[in-house]
Nanobody, 120 residues
Framework: QVQLVESGGGLRQPGGSLRLSCAAS????????MGWYRQAPEQQRELVAT???????NYADSVKGRFTISRDNNNNTVYLQMNRLKPEDTAVYYC??????????????WGQGTQVTVSS
C-alpha cells in the first residue's frame, strides 16, 4: 500500500520561510510526477507546483519566484521551499504523486495535508 507522508507545516510571519517535505513509501513500481496543491478555507484546491521525475517544474503564477519545488528520486521525496510568505499563502497544503504501484496500475495519491499559516 502506498502512502504519502507530509511534514513541515506551521506558523510564520509574513516574509518568512518554510519548507515542506513529502515522502512516498510502500509498494512503488514507478513514481512519476509529484507536486503540491493547497486549499484555503471555502476555496477550491489549487495547484501550487509540480515536478516530473525528470525534474521539469511548473508553478502557479502566484508563487513563481518565491516557492521552489525539488525532489530526491532516491528517497521518493518531494520538497517545497516557500520564501517571502504572504498571508494569502495560508492554506492546507497537500502532497500529490502519480504512482504505479504495479506494472499494470497507475493512479493518483494524496497526502493527509499540512497546515501553513502566515500571520503577524
Amino acid at each position: 500500500q502506498v502512502q504519502l507522508v507530509e511534514s513541515g507545516g506551521g506558523l510564520r510571519q509574513p516574509g518568512g520561510s518554510l519548507r515542506l517535505s513529502c515522502a512516498a513509501s510502500g509498494s512503488i513500481f514507478r513514481l512519476y510526477a509529484m507536486g503540491w496543491y493547497r486549499q484555503a478555507p471555502e476555496q477550491q484546491r489549487e495547484l501550487v507546483a509540480t515536478i516530473t521525475n525528470g525534474g521539469v517544474t511548473n508553478y502557479a503564477d502566484s508563487v513563481k519566484g518565491r516557492f521552489t519545488i525539488s525532489r530526491d528520486n532516491n528517497n521518493n521525496t518531494v520538497y517545497l521551499q516557500m520564501n517571502r510568505l504572504k498571508p494569502e499563502d495560508t492554506a492546507v497544503y497537500y502532497c500529490h504523486a502519480d504512482i504505479a504501484p504495479t506494472r499494470w496500475v497507475r493512479r493518483d495519491y494524496w497526502g493527509q495535508g499540512t497546515q501553513v499559516t502566515v500571520s503577524s
